[in-house]
């Protein structure tokens, strides 16, 4: 059984993202800035006539934060519009879910965010789970 | 001609009409497989529905067909009755009769009723199948349904997409301003803006109902809370048409059944109770509500027996909210406000009507997660008012926007007090201990410093006076940006992780905004509202301590101390209170006048007063304002100043000690103890107005009536026949019989002699 995936980059590495969760794709203009946030909350941003969340990717991931964030996958998780920065876009198409390779070390903060791959013409992809990236978020009950 | 329709009826007609509606082709089939249960239940349900209704509208006629049919199709559930074509047919005319009556209530027509026994007695069992009359359809046009019914979703999406347009219509005006533009592309542009502000309006408007939707169950509430009772209750509301968010409506109506029902169980009395103090039996309960800018404010008034103070004091010390010291503290109002303090109420029983473990603090909780407002205003044995302060709609908060560090936060104008600029010389500002204090015109007040809060750098020039349900803290921030109106909503957990955010807003400006929350910054700042003043210095005493004495600096400034346990309570009044009567400072409290001791001149506007009391007898002692509590040294210094006992040392500093029996016995005895004197009054009134002054300045409590208590005095006029033979006698002229009235040296005499009889 195949399912759609956004196919992007996070971190200089592609991942596939599900794609039900996915609501758009924006260009992220002004952020505002959260203080006392979690680091990964990178600051608050304007789409039409709504506030999303912004969501550091690479920062949720334990890596270095984004330095200039733009492209953004935008997905509303528990009815609050959250943007993921991501590196860049390829595109959306149906892919077969596959099992985690036995043994395979992720690194870092990729580990709790593998939820199996999908082989595109041969590249295995990371699926990420985007709800798991938010901060204190649903990582434990996925 | 049927009364003009009120919202109930049209919600009826609506609900009725869709009802029918959706019921046509259950009926079809019905009639097709009369067996079907399911279709018969459909049916079963609608009548019974419409029944309802009926007899809470008062529609008898529908609601007499709907009663009828309701009983054949009961008889038929319970196997009484074959559904046969007769019995069908019958049901599905009164069904339509139904349908017509909705739609003539709707037009607002009286319907020609002389076929309903006809349909209703197609429906007896032995009613020919034949017999089945054809309703003569009426004639008239249906009214045309003028109203719709839409989710409350819906106008969201209307109102989010209006949001849209205004944010887009700011864009573009922005964009036009950076180029040259032609003037009438300009016109175009002011034209749609117009366009967008009405119909933001009109939107806006969509989502209000008039606030009778919640008062309209009120009388019939509080005649089912009093019956039981046995208590009599007028109820007056006024101000039904104001109009108020329909969501809000919602999550006003528990806190608001709730208040009214502490009004008529706990503050208005039985008719005996009442008659007792002397108010007619019947009770007064007033609501109203009234539009002031963009808040509504809601009174709701008793004349019961307002709330027990003393008791909730009492009660908020033994449940350890509040120390000793702290109630003595509070002023009235301080006081009566415990009544929001959870688990507290001045009742001591719990009665069937409330007292259901509900109580204030939830009201105001409720009150204030929807950005509202409540204040109440005892007058102890007279009644209390609430007043309940909300907001027009749900979604829409005047804000004031600060600024700290380059970023911009929006803060609830309803939660700042006041704003004052550093620059103010009213205004300082003292580092005490790791933190700050600013004081503010004699008023100490914690500082908290937006950007240490948030983690920003920041130039702090303002102060915004913040209030949280805890009490009051300035908060310093760069600059004092705009007033604003946002509409807020809820931000991600993430965001609100904090506790320092309310919510999110997205201005005109198109740059999200945080809404600050002052209580989460309070508590992010680590204030303690609560901590217990001044009780380490007690401690530190070393030894057999002495007696606990209240320090205060008296109105010339000296640092004064009195036994703690001469002070009933420190007390704010107003000057106004304090009155130059009878040869002496008096000042006016609740139960009469107490005198009053000033050591200096008075200030104009607000003294604080020190309420002494040695069980019996009260005195106020005027101060300048109240400093501690510390446990003076056994040893003290003698004074030789009078009415000062001795000097203590506290804390390496000198405090006079006030004598408080030198105090007390400069008073006058108290008034239950005065000897008594009957007036016989003759009727022209002179010796109330004229004899009675001078009787009490001799010490004497007089009564016009020989049943008020058996006097020691009794002085009647010369001619009173009825007078006790041991009666002083004044006589009108001068020779008469007993004292002339006038001899005032006489009277004095006569006065002082019985007087002293007594003691």
Same mark, same amino acid.
């Given at each position: 059984?195949?399912?759609?995936?956004?196919?992007?980059?996070?971190?200089?590495?592609?991942?596939?993202?599900?794609?039900?969760?996915?609501?758009?794709?924006v260009d992220i203009g002004e952020m505002v800035a959260v203080p006392r946030a979690p680091a990964a909350i990178r600051g608050l941003a304007a789409l039409r006539s709504r506030v999303v969340t912004v969501i550091d990717t690479r920062v949720a991931l334990g890596l270095p934060p984004t330095e200039t964030p733009r492209r953004a996958?935008i997905?509303?998780v528990?009815?609050h519009l959250y943007a993921f920065l991501v590196d860049?876009?390829?595109?959306?198409?149906?892919?077969?879910?596959?099992?985690?390779?036995?043994?395979?070390?992720?690194?870092?903060g990729?580990?709790?965010?593998?939820?199996?791959?999908?082989?595109?013409?041969?590249?295995?992809?990371?699926?990420?789970?985007?709800?798991?990236l938010i901060p204190g978020g649903?990582?434990?009950?996925? | 001609?049927?009364?003009?329709?009120?919202?109930?009826?049209?919600?009826?007609?609506?609900?009725?009409?869709?009802?029918?509606?959706?019921?046509?082709?259950?009926?079809?089939?019905?009639?097709?497989?009369?067996?079907?249960?399911?279709?018969?239940?459909?049916? #079963?349900? #609608?009548?019974?529905?419409?029944?309802?209704?009926?007899?809470?509208?008062?529609?008898?006629?529908?609601?007499?067909?709907?009663?009828?049919?309701?009983?054949?199709? /009961?008889?038929?559930?319970?196997?009484?009755?074959?559904?046969?074509?007769?019995?069908?047919?019958?049901?599905?005319?009164?069904?339509?009769?139904?349908?017509?009556?909705?739609?003539?209530?709707?037009?607002?027509?009286?319907?020609?009723?002389?076929?309903?026994?006809?349909?209703?007695?197609?429906?007896?069992?032995?009613?020919?199948?034949?017999?089945?009359?054809?309703?003569?359809?009426?004639?008239?046009?249906?009214?045309?349904?003028?109203?719709?019914?839409?989710?409350?979703?819906?106008?969201?999406?209307?109102?989010?997409?209006?949001s849209?347009?205004v944010l887009?219509?700011n864009e573009?005006a922005r964009r036009?301003r950076d180029?040259?533009?032609?003037?009438?592309?300009?016109?175009?542009?002011?034209?749609?803006?117009?366009?967008?502000?009405?119909?933001?309006?009109?939107?806006?408007?969509?989502?209000?109902?008039?606030?009778?939707?919640?008062?309209?169950?009120? &009388?019939?509430?509080?005649?089912?809370?009093?019956?039981?009772?046995?208590?009599?209750?007028?109820?007056?509301?006024?101000?039904?048409?104001?109009?108020?968010?329909?969501?809000?409506?919602?999550?006003?109506?528990?806190?608001?059944?709730?208040?009214?029902?502490?009004?008529?169980?706990?503050?208005?009395?039985?008719?005996?109770?009442? @008659?007792?103090?002397?108010?007619?039996?019947?009770?007064?309960?007033?609501?109203?509500?009234?539009?002031?800018?963009?808040?509504?404010?809601? =009174?709701?008034?008793?004349?019961?027996?307002?709330?027990?103070?003393? $008791?909730?004091?009492?009660?908020?010390?033994?449940?350890?909210?509040?120390?000793?010291?702290?109630?003595?503290?509070?002023?009235?109002?301080?006081?009566?406000?415990?009544? #929001?303090?959870?688990?507290?109420?001045?009742?001591?029983?719990?009665?069937?009507?409330?007292?259901?473990?509900?109580?204030?603090?939830?009201?105001?909780?409720?009150?204030e997660?929807?950005g509202?407002?409540? /204040?109440?205003?005892?007058?102890?044995?007279?009644?209390?008012?609430?007043?309940?302060?909300?907001p027009?709609?749900?979604s829409i908060i005047p804000t004031i926007v600060l600024a700290v560090g380059g970023q911009r936060y929006a803060m609830p104008r309803q939660s700042i007090e006041e704003i004052v600029s550093l620059a103010n010389p009213s205004v300082r500002i003292d580092p005490l201990g790791g933190g700050r204090i600013a004081t503010l015109r004699?008023e100490r007040l914690p500082l908290v410093s937006l950007g240490d809060v948030l983690g920003i750098d920041d130039a702090a020039t303002v102060l915004a006076i913040v209030t949280t349900r805890d009490g009051h803290f300035a908060l310093a921030a760069d600059a004092v940006l705009d007033a604003e109106e946002l509409v807020v909503k809820p931000a991600a957990p993430a965001v609100m992780a904090s506790g320092l955010f309310a919510g999110q807003t997205l201005p005109d400006s198109g740059l999200p905004l945080l809404l600050l929350d002052g209580a989460g910054i309070a508590a992010a700042a680590d204030l303690r509202f609560?901590a217990?003043?001044?009780?380490?210095?007690?401690?530190?005493?070393?030894?057999?301590?002495?007696?606990?004495?209240?320090?205060?600096?008296?109105?010339?400034?000296?640092?004064?101390?009195?036994?703690?346990? /001469?002070?009933?309570?420190?007390?704010?009044?107003?000057?106004?209170?304090?009155?130059?009567?009878?040869?002496?400072?008096?000042?006016?409290?609740?139960?009469?006048?107490?005198?009053?001791?000033?050591?200096?001149?008075?200030?104009?506007?607000?003294?604080?007063?020190? $309420?002494?009391?040695?069980?019996?007898?009260?005195?106020?002692?005027?101060?300048?304002?109240?400093?501690?509590?510390?446990?003076? &040294?056994?040893?003290?210094?003698?004074?030789?100043?009078?009415?000062?006992?001795?000097?203590?040392?506290?804390?390496?500093?000198?405090?006079?000690?006030?004598?408080?029996?030198?105090?007390?016995?400069? =008073?006058?005895? &108290?008034?239950?103890?005065?000897?008594?004197?009957?007036? @016989?009054?003759?009727?022209?009134?002179?010796?109330?107005?004229?004899?009675?002054?001078?009787?009490?300045?001799?010490?004497?409590?007089?009564?016009?009536?020989?049943?008020?208590?058996? /006097?020691?005095?009794?002085?009647?006029?010369?001619?009173?026949?009825?007078?006790?033979?041991?009666?002083?006698?004044?006589?009108?002229?001068?020779?008469?019989?007993?004292?002339? @009235?006038?001899?005032?040296?006489?009277?004095?005499?006569?006065?002082?002699?019985?007087?002293?009889?007594?003691?």
């Amino acid at each position: 059984m195949t399912e759609l995936f956004l196919i992007a980059h996070i971190a200089d590495r592609g991942v596939a993202i599900e794609g039900g969760l996915v609501d758009s794709v924006v260009d992220i203009g002004e952020m505002v800035a959260v203080p006392r946030a979690p680091a990964a909350i990178r600051g608050l941003a304007a789409l039409r006539s709504r506030v999303v969340t912004v969501i550091d990717t690479r920062v949720a991931l334990g890596l270095p934060p984004t330095e200039t964030p733009r492209r953004a996958v935008i997905a509303r998780v528990d009815g609050h519009l959250y943007a993921f920065l991501v590196d860049s876009l390829e595109d959306v198409a149906p892919h077969e879910r596959l099992p985690m390779t036995a043994g395979a070390s992720l690194g870092s903060g990729w580990a709790c965010e593998g939820r199996g791959i999908v082989d595109r013409d041969g590249e295995p992809l990371l699926i990420i789970d985007l709800a798991a990236l938010i901060p204190g978020g649903l990582a434990a009950a996925a | 001609m049927l009364a003009p329709m009120d919202d109930l009826l049209q919600e009826f007609v609506a609900e009725t009409r869709e009802t029918l509606e959706a019921l046509s082709g259950e009926i079809v089939l019905w009639e097709a497989a009369p067996a079907d249960r399911a279709r018969l239940d459909a049916i #079963f349900r #609608f009548v019974h529905t419409v029944k309802g209704s009926c007899g809470f509208l008062d529609l008898p006629r529908l609601g007499h067909l709907a009663h009828v049919a309701e009983e054949v199709l /009961a008889q038929v559930r319970d196997g009484q009755r074959t559904p046969d074509t007769g019995l069908v047919s019958a049901v599905l005319a009164i069904v339509d009769r139904i349908g017509e009556l909705t739609d003539a209530i709707d037009a607002g027509r009286s319907s020609d009723d002389t076929t309903d026994d006809l349909l209703i007695a197609a429906l007896a069992e032995d009613a020919a199948p034949a017999a089945t009359p054809v309703a003569e359809t009426p004639q008239h046009a249906r009214a045309v349904n003028r109203s719709v019914r839409l989710g409350v979703e819906l106008l969201d999406r209307m109102m989010a997409g209006m949001s849209d347009m205004v944010l887009a219509r700011n864009e573009l005006a922005r964009r036009l301003r950076d180029g040259d533009v032609d003037p009438r592309v300009e016109g175009a542009l002011d034209r749609l803006s117009l366009t967008v502000a009405e119909m933001r309006d009109t939107i806006t408007r969509t989502r209000m109902q008039r606030i009778d939707a919640l008062f309209s169950p009120i &009388p019939r509430m509080v005649r089912d809370l009093a019956a039981p009772l046995g208590k009599q209750v007028a109820l007056s509301i006024e101000g039904g048409d104001v109009e108020l968010d329909r969501e809000m409506i919602e999550l006003l109506r528990d806190p608001f059944v709730h208040i009214i029902r502490n009004a008529v169980d706990h503050g208005i009395g039985s008719p005996a109770d009442r @008659r007792e103090v002397g108010k007619l039996e019947t009770g007064n309960l007033r609501i109203c509500a009234r539009q002031s800018g963009n808040q509504i404010l809601i =009174e709701i008034e008793d004349d019961g027996r307002g709330v027990n103070t003393d $008791r909730l004091v009492e009660k908020a010390i033994a449940a350890g909210i509040l120390s000793e010291l702290d109630a003595q503290r509070l002023g009235d109002q301080a006081r009566t406000d415990l009544i #929001f303090h959870a688990g507290l109420s001045s009742r001591d029983t719990v009665t069937a009507v409330s007292g259901r473990g509900v109580g204030m603090d939830v009201v105001r909780a409720n009150i204030e997660q929807i950005g509202g407002r409540v /204040a109440v205003r005892n007058r102890p044995g007279q009644g209390l008012s609430l007043i309940l302060q909300v907001p027009l709609t749900l979604s829409i908060i005047p804000t004031i926007v600060l600024a700290v560090g380059g970023q911009r936060y929006a803060m609830p104008r309803q939660s700042i007090e006041e704003i004052v600029s550093l620059a103010n010389p009213s205004v300082r500002i003292d580092p005490l201990g790791g933190g700050r204090i600013a004081t503010l015109r004699g008023e100490r007040l914690p500082l908290v410093s937006l950007g240490d809060v948030l983690g920003i750098d920041d130039a702090a020039t303002v102060l915004a006076i913040v209030t949280t349900r805890d009490g009051h803290f300035a908060l310093a921030a760069d600059a004092v940006l705009d007033a604003e109106e946002l509409v807020v909503k809820p931000a991600a957990p993430a965001v609100m992780a904090s506790g320092l955010f309310a919510g999110q807003t997205l201005p005109d400006s198109g740059l999200p905004l945080l809404l600050l929350d002052g209580a989460g910054i309070a508590a992010a700042a680590d204030l303690r509202f609560n901590a217990p003043i001044a009780a380490p210095a007690a401690e530190q005493e070393v030894g057999r301590p002495g007696i606990q004495a209240l320090l205060f600096d008296d109105l010339a400034g000296r640092r004064r101390a009195v036994a703690l346990a /001469a002070v009933d309570r420190v007390e704010t009044v107003s000057s106004h209170d304090i009155r130059d009567s009878g040869g002496r400072l008096h000042l006016t409290v609740a139960g009469g006048v107490v005198p009053l001791v000033a050591c200096g001149p008075l200030r104009d506007g607000s003294v604080d007063v020190l $309420r002494l009391t040695d069980g019996a007898t009260e005195i106020a002692y005027a101060i300048g304002e109240a400093q501690e509590i510390a446990a003076l &040294p056994r040893a003290l210094a003698p004074a030789r100043r009078a009415g000062i006992a001795g000097i203590a040392l506290v804390a390496g500093e000198q405090v006079e000690l006030i004598d408080a029996h030198a105090l007390f016995a400069g =008073e006058i005895a &108290p008034v239950a103890e005065r000897p008594l004197c009957l007036l @016989r009054c003759d009727g022209t009134g002179w010796m109330d107005v004229f004899l009675r002054p001078v009787v009490e300045a001799a010490g004497y409590r007089c009564i016009d009536d020989a049943g008020g208590g058996e /006097a020691t005095l009794t002085l009647a006029m010369d001619d009173d026949p009825a007078a006790d033979p041991a009666a002083i006698r004044l006589a009108r002229a001068p020779g008469g019989p007993g004292i002339y @009235r006038y001899d005032r040296a006489a009277l004095s005499a006569a006065l002082a002699a019985h007087s002293g009889r007594a003691a």
